[in-house]
């Protein structure tokens, strides 16, 4: 089991950037795959970018691909987003996701994600 928070939201203008940050607990977090995922009020909770158990491997989604980059350290137990140039429609509650894993496999659905954060929120205004 692992236990998530998030940190680092805020209110950011367009095209600037904010780096988001996930805390894990326990002493098992290098098993994991972890993902960012994100909900605007009313829509569904969407992809942003997932990183394997090991840090080798890493994708993003096509709204944010070229201007977002996922990281981990696994002796902080830590994993965090970068985003930059950001946009109005970035505005949303972004989520830490942990997904039982240690292969190079990643995962773009909710369904495959056990463990989730409280969420932090992003808005950027125009």
């Known amino acids: 089991q692992v236990q998530l928070v998030e940190s680092g939201g805020g209110l950011v203008q367009a095209g600037g950037s904010l780096r988001l940050s996930c805390a894990a607990s326990?002493?098992?977090?290098?098993?994991?795959?972890m993902a960012w995922f994100r909900q605007a009020p009313g829509k569904e909770r969407e992809f942003v970018a997932a990183?394997?158990?090991?840090?080798?491997?890493?994708y993003y989604a096509d709204s944010v691909k070229g201007r977002s980059t996922i990281s981990r350290d696994n002796a902080k137990n830590t994993v965090s987003l970068q985003m930059s140039s950001l946009k109005p429609e970035d505005t949303a509650v972004y989520y830490c996701?942990?997904?039982?894993?240690?292969?190079?496999?990643?995962?773009?659905?909710?369904?495959?994600?056990?463990?989730w954060g409280q969420g932090t929120q992003v808005t950027v205004s125009s």
């Open positions: 996701a942990a997904s039982q894993t240690i292969g190079r496999t990643l995962f773009t659905g909710t369904s495959f994600y056990a463990y």
């Open positions: 990183i394997n158990w090991s840090g080798g491997s890493t």
């Open positions: 326990g002493r098992t977090f290098s098993t994991y795959a």
